[in-house]
Structure formats: structure tokens, C-alpha cells
């Protein structure tokens, strides 16, 4: 009834081809837009920024970063703990070499270097696929936390080897550090959210997103009618590890603020976030969204109703809760194998029709 | 969520009941799953047990009952960051997360939040420095302490020479695992002893390469910095290449029963440091017998009394209760802030008689805390491990560390903090 494209009218192409041609859909757009910058802050304190929304969007941003590599373009990645990592400590040594610098270079700049970083790693795409690249980009994540363990130049010498972040502030108003306010860490990282996430929409439905799904469905096919792979895939490979490492350096420097290479961004940190993209389906900016929130909100929710609601002992909840989200993955996987992103799909249809399917 | 409101409705249970009913809470970021479950279980069993002794025996500490709210941490140190924001609003008196790596996350954040920060034999080292670090202890002792120890035992062991001997350090590649190096490395300068350091990843199920290289190189003396699954997997290996078990060393958290057992006969002679005794030999377990176990409030399983982590729980739980005690007794209150808490810690006393009063004679060392020194006396002992009695046997008397080596090393370490973080040095 309300979700339809009747009496929508599009009178150009630009409005034809938008992002969200139903109505409803823009404006539920604009109504989550408007409540993540204008009611959120306001209403967060420590707990929900720091355990909840903070790593959110942090994931949400690696999550879109892979996507762009596996979902779009079809090479399968493990490296991204890796990748976060080499943002993380660009972002540090950034951070400590040039003190003067405002933080959101420092963590942009910190995404180009694990572009140049991914696009190394990425040249092995350019003779080997699927799993054979698999296992390269997996060496790329065991050499990188090798690399930041093993060369005391990375993290400044320090005696344990650790990484922390000193205080940095934007228009005054410090997002690194142990002042900073919860308002403040989230506020940062939503705006790259937003910003990066409208990047990606646009870059995927723009000439060299067509190039990526063309190399993904089919490269041969893709040469032949002239989309040049070495520069598909490398591209993929550079703003998928621009997404990662801007990820990494916000994991670093605003959510964990001290970092330790081998815990922080270990091999778990890559299957993370490839979980997060098939549960919430490849090729797909929402998808990333969905499950980025999937993997970082559920396991926080069940030790809270375990825990906190039914007051059971906290070892019980915690095997409990790796027991209940592996099942619903399984599940999802069994029921929707497309991942959240195509459950939304199906949703939509139904509500076009709703209340009168045929 | 729901912890936080659940935790907020007691909150407001609890003031609108009267002050007579307020609790000091001390947390408890506890980690009973994951690789280091082995030894995070007896801990804080351990620490539990002694609040619910206090509770149940004394009413509390000063009258006013004690709660542990538990967060489970897996070793994780985003876990870990969760554990203390959702305990933080309770009103908490001092966090000791049990991990190295919490600890690095948590300085800053309670430097912030101003509540104190008690890493009894871990963390950060040169949190020693009061002047520094006003919101975080590490008495007892230290990873350097440590380190020094076990160096002095060896010096012991050899008459006082043990140049050219070559040593070799297995540690957790990790924040944890590194602390102690550069004290080795300091250490060897002055005693002419050689160095080599192996790094095992997390969790440290295999350790094949680096105990190969042990074999080859045959160094005399081999020390561990190891935690949970690691020690296990250590003791074996070292079992398996025939290394001589009295030649290997394991700091105090690569020492205790669950590190030795699984080795079985070939563990025998194994040494560890010791910040505490250990043992059933302490009169506060008939205490703890009546009033928690036979009372059915024992934490966790209850299968965990008397072990070496379970004192070191025991421990920890004793040295906050009598820095709450302390506290009290300054303020003239006996709800304590985390403030009050903190200027308890600082002026933390605790004498032999205090000990043998509390049912723990000659358990640790007498030691007193002060503005500067956050360190404690950083004394340790060596025990070895008697597979046949399945028992840990204390060889030695405290010993002190190295203070010319490692207070250099904790000045120039707290001074590189404070210039990065742009701190005044307090207690001038």
C-alpha cells in the first residue's frame, strides 16, 4: 500500500536510476540517516558506544571493504585482519610522527597506504583464483601480524610491543584517547560510515563497479568484450584494502585506543569478516550493514539476556552464546544462502503486494 | 541492554532501601572459556570465594556487604573493554582483569574514569611508578621482578657466576610474553649470560619448532613467560626433547597444577616462581570450608580450592579487602568511592601479623605501598613441582630482585608515558 512505485513519477534518468526509487524506501533513508546523526548522540553513553554501536560501524566499514573484493569482484579474502592491521599502524605511526595532523588525514592517509599494501598482495590475483587466491591472501594476513610483531619500528620500540593511541581532536573536540566522549567516538565513525558507504553505492553502479561483476560472473567473457582485468582486479583490490584499512585504523585509534597485532587483527579478525558478508550477502552495501550488525550485536544481546536477564553463570552463557550464533548461522545460511541482503529482498516483494498479493 | 537496566534497578533497589544496605563491588572480568580458561577458573574462584567468605563470616568489610559481579572476558581484550563499561556504572572499587592485555586497554580508561586498577603481578611494569600512574598498583611484584628472580635463583644455583651460560626465554608472543625481555637483556650485560628468546603465537599449541631449536642449541637454563593452553603444551615438549625439568623455569603464571599434571611423571623437578605460598596449610581454609564451601556458595565448580591460581585468586581478593579496609579507616566511612578506594591502596600496609590474623601466615611478603611506589617489594620464591606426591614444594625463601637494573628501566619506561600522554609527575 505504501511501499510501491505507483504514482511515483520519474521524469529524468538521474531520478530513474537513483538508489532508492521507491518513495518510502528514500525516506526511511533519510529518517535512519536523520536518527543516526541528530538523535543517537544525544542519547549514547559509554556502554552502548564502546560495546554496541562503535564496533558496529567500525565491522560495518571492513565489512563493505570486502565486499567490494569478494562480493563485487569475485576474489575470495582472508587477509583482512592483516589489512586492518597495516591501517592500524599507519594510523600510529602517522599519529606519532606528525602530532600535527588531524586525525581524519591521518586515518585517511592510513587508508591509502593499505590500498598500496593491498594492491601488492593483490598482483597474485592476476594468474590465480578462488582458493589458490584464498590461500595467498591468507599469507598476506600471517605476514602482516608477523611483520608488526617481529620489526620494533612499527610500534615505536615499545617495550611490550603494544600500540596506543594518544589524543587527537577534531574542531577541539578529542575522538582518541581516554577523554574522548562516547558522543564524540561515535560521531567519527559514523560520518566515514556514511561518507564511505555512499562512496562504495556509487563506485559499484558506476563504470568500474560494472567492470568488477563482469570479472566476478565471468573473467573471460569479461576480456573479451574489453574490461581490462588488471586493472579491474587491482582496483578492486585497492578501495576494497582503502575500506579495510580505514576500518583498522578506526578499530585502533577510536574504539580499542591500545592494540596488540596478533590478538587485534589475527586470523579470526579475517573469517569475521567474511562471515559478516555471507551472512549479509555478497554483492551488497546493506548486506554489509546486516552483517556487520549480525556479528557483533548478537553475541553482545545473548550475554546480556543470559547473563544480565536470566542471571545464568557467565562460562555457561559464553558457550551457550558461541553454541546459539553458530546454529543461526547455519540456519541463515540453510534458509536464505544468498545472506540477510536477499531475505530484505523477498521482504520488499511481499511488501510491494501487501495487503493485496495476488 | 538489559544487564545495564537490570543493574541500575538494583542500584536503585539498593539506595532506595536505605544506606545500611549499600554494597562495595568489586568486580570480577573473569575468563571460565577459550585458551586460558585453565588458569582464569581457579583465579576467580579464588576471588569469589575469599568476598563470600567476608560476606558470609564477617558481614562484609566493615559492615558493609560485598558483591562480585562477574563478566566473562575469554582473554579477549574487546570483550574485556565491554566487561568494564557494563560494570563501570555499578560503582566499581577496582578492576583486576587478569590479563596484560585488558590491562594496556584499561590504563587509560580508568586514568579517565578515576577508578583504580590493581594488576597484581602482570600488566603494564612500569605502572610501579606512582608518580606516573595514579590510578594503577602492581605490588606485589612485577614481570621484571620477575624476571630478576629467576636470574638471582640461577646466580644461587651457580655460585654467583653464571657468565657464558646460555639462556633461553620461551614467552607468549604477546604483551605478556615481551615484558620481560629487555630485563633479560639488561641482566646478560651485567652477568655475561647469552640470551635467546623463542616466540610462541597464541594460544601456543605448537610449540614443535621452538623446542627443536632448544634442542639443538641446548641452552643450560630455559625460562617461560607462558599462560592457559601454552605451559601444558611447554612442560610436555620440554619432557618429549629430554630437556633437564630442574633447568627449566616458568614465571608464577606458568606454575601451576594444570601446567605440570597433564606431563605426568615427566614434569618432575619442573620450577616455577611464586609470589605466594600455596597449599591447604593456611588456617583460613577451615574458614572458607564452613562458611563457603559447606554452605554451598563455593564459585564456579568448587573443584578449584587449594590450587596454586586459587590462592593467587585468594591473594588478590585479600589485598583488595584490606586497600577497602584501609580505606574505610582514612575516610572514617565505610562506603568507600573508587576514589577512597585509591588512597586505600596507596597507603596499603600489610605486615606479617595482619597476615597471620586474616589465617594467612607468612603467605606473601610484608610490604607497604606508597605515593611513589605502586610496585610492592617485588620479592618472589622458587617452587618445584613433585610429581609423585603431585604437590608444589617451595625451594627457596623470598628473594629480591635486581633494584639497580630494573628501577632504571621502570623510570625511563614511565617517563616515555608521561612525556606521550603529557602528564605531571605526581607526589612531588
Known amino acids: ?358 | 541492554m538489559n544487564f545495564k537496566k537490570l543493574a541500575a534497578a538494583a542500584l536503585a533497589a539498593t539506595i532506595a532501601a536505605g544506606p545500611a544496605m549499600a554494597e562495595l563491588v568489586f568486580p570480577s572480568l573473569s575468563y571460565r572459556t577459550g585458551p586460558y580458561a585453565a588458569g582464569g577458573i581457579p583465579f576467580a574462584d579464588g576471588y569469589e570465594d575469599y568476598m563470600t567468605l567476608l560476606n558470609e563470616r564477617d558481614g562484609g568489610i566493615g559492615g558493609v556487604k560485598i558483591s562480585v559481579p562477574e563478566c566473562e572476558t575469554a582473554y579477549n581484550t574487546e570483550k574485556g573493554v565491554e566487561c568494564y563499561e557494563s560494570t563501570k556504572g555499578l560503582g566499581s572499587l577496582v578492576y583486576q582483569p587478569l590479563s596484560t592485555g585488558i590491562t594496556y586497554q584499561l590504563i587509560p580508561k580508568v586514568s579517565a574514569d578515576e577508578i583504580p586498577l590493581h594488576t597484581m603481578g602482570y600488566g603494564r611494569t612500569s605502572a610501579a611508578n606512582g608518580e606516573v600512574f595514579e590510578w594503577v598498583f602492581n605490588y606485589p611484584a612485577n614481570y621484571w621482578d620477575g624476571a630478576s628472580v629467576a636470574i638471582t635463583h640461577l646466580l644461587d644455583i651457580n655460585d654467583g657466576d653464571i657468565s657464558g651460560k646460555k639462556i633461553a626465554l620461551v614467552f607468549h608472543n604477546s604483551a605478556y610474553g615481551k615484558e620481560p625481555i629487555r630485563t633479560l637483556e639488561k641482566l646478560s650485560e651485567k652477568h655475561g649470560y647469552e640470551l635467546t628468546t623463542l616466540a610462541v603465537d597464541h594460544p601456543g599449541q605448537e610449540q614443535k619448532s621452538q623446542w627443536l631449536q632448544i634442542r639443538r642449541e641446548r641452552p643450560d637454563y630455559v625460562i617461560m613467560w607462558g599462560w592457559g593452553v601454552m605451559n601444558q603444551v611447554a612442560v610436555q615438549e620440554a619432557a618429549n626433547i629430554r630437556f633437564p625439568m630442574e633447568n627449566f623455569i616458568g614465571n608464577w603464571w606458568a606454575g601451576s597444577e594444570n601446567d605440570v599434571i597433564p606431563a605426568g611423571e615427566a614434569a618432575h623437578g619442573y620450577k616455577a616462581l611464586a609470589m605466594h605460598g600455596t597449599g591447604m596449610d593456611y588456617p583460613i581454609y577451615e574458614d572458607i570450608q564452613q562458611y563457603v564451601v559447606d554452605a554451598g556458595l563455593a564459585a564456579g565448580a568448587g573443584d578449584q580450592v587449594g590450587t596454586v591460581l586459587y590462592s593467587r585468586g585468594l591473594y588478590a581478593a585479600m589485598l583488595a579487602a584490606e586497600a577497602a579496609r584501609t580505606a574505610q579507616e582514612i575516610h572514617g566511612t565505610a562506603e568507600i568511592t573508587p576514589a577512597m578506594m585509591r588512597d586505600g591502596m596507596e597507603n596499603l600496609k600489610i605486615t606479617e601479623e595482619r597476615m597471620a590474623e586474616l589465617g594467612l601466615p607468612d603467605f606473601g611478603p610484608a610490604f607497604e605501598v606508597s605515593c611513589v611506589n605502586h610496585g610492592g617489594p617485588g620479592e618472589a620464591m622458587v617452587q618445584q613441582w613433585d610429581a609423585e606426591a603431585q604437590e608444589w614444594n617451595l625451594i627457596t625463601d623470598f628473594i629480591k630482585s635486581d633494584d639497580d637494573v630494573i628501577e632504571p628501566l621502570i623510570e625511563a619506561d614511565s617517563t616515555a608515558y608521561a612525556e606521550e600522554n603529557a602528564l605531571d609527575l605526581r607526589c612531588q
Open chain 1, 1 to 358: 500500500m505504501f511501499y510501491r512505485e505507483a504514482g511515483d513519477f520519474k521524469t529524468s534518468y538521474q531520478d530513474d536510476a537513483q538508489t532508492f526509487p521507491i518513495k518510502f524506501d528514500r525516506y526511511r533513508y533519510y529518517a535512519v540517516i536523520a536518527v543516526g546523526l541528530l538523535v543517537i548522540p544525544f542519547a549514547i553513553n559509554d556502554y552502548w558506544a564502546n560495546a554496541v554501536l562503535v564496533p558496529f560501524l567500525i565491522w560495518a566499514i571492513a565489512a563493505i571493504g570486502l565486499n567490494i573484493l569478494t562480493g563485487y569482484c569475485g576474489q575470495v579474502s582472508l587477509g583482512t585482519g592483516g589489512f586492518m592491521a597495516v591501517g592500524a599502524y599507519a594510523c600510529y605511526k602517522l599519529m606519532t610522527a606528525f602530532p600535527e595532523l588531524n586525525i581524519v588525514f591521518v586515518v585517511i592517509l592510513a587508508g591509502f597506504v593499505t590500498a598500496g599494501v593491498g594492491v601488492l598482495f593483490g598482483l597474485p590475483s592476476l594468474r590465480i583464483k578462488g582458493f589458490y587466491l584464498a590461500v595467498a591472501t591468507l599469507a598476506a594476513q600471517f605476514f602482516l601480524v608477523w611483520l608488526f610483531n617481529r620489526v620494533p619500528w612499527f610500534y615505536n620500540y615499545s617495550a611490550s610491543g603494544q600500540i596506543s593511541a594518544p589524543e587527537r581532536t577534531v574542531f577541539g573536540v578529542p575522538v582518541t584517547g581516554p577523554e574522548t566522549s562516547a558522543w564524540a567516538q561515535y560521531m567519527i565513525c559514523l560520518l566515514f560510515v556514511v561518507v564511505l558507504a555512499w562512496a562504495a553505492r556509487n563506485l559499484t553502479r558506476g563504470t568500474i563497479g560494472r567492470s568488477w561483476m563482469a570479472i566476478r560472473d565471468m573473467d573471460i567473457a569479461a576480456e573479451i568484450i574489453g574490461v581490462n582485468p588488471l586493472r579491474a582486479k587491482l582496483s578492486a583490490f585497492a578501495v576494497s584494502s582503502f575500506f579495510v584499512g580505514i576500518a583498522g585504523a578506526l578499530f585502533f585509534a577510536v574504539y580499542l585506543g591500545a592494540v596488540e597485532v596478533g590478538e587485534a587483527f589475527g586470523i579470526q579478525k579475517s573469517f569475521l569478516a567474511l562471515f559478516m558478508i555471507i551472512i549479509g550477502g555478497l554483492g551488497s552495501i546493506f548486506g554489509s550493514f546486516a552483517g556487520a550488525a549480525f556479528m557483533v550485536l548478537l553475541p553482545v544481546l545473548l550475554k546480556n539476556v543470559l547473563v544480565g536477564g536470566l542471571g545464568w553463570p557467565t562460562d555457561l552463557a559464553a558457550h551457550l552464546e558461541l553454541l546459539i550464533v553458530g546454529g543461526l548461522i547455519v540456519f541463515f545460511l540453510i534458509a536464505e544462502p544468498h545472506g540477510l541482503a536477499a531475505l530484505w529482498r523477498t521482504v520488499k516483494e511481499k511488501l510491494r503486494l501487501w495487503p493485496f498479493p495476488h
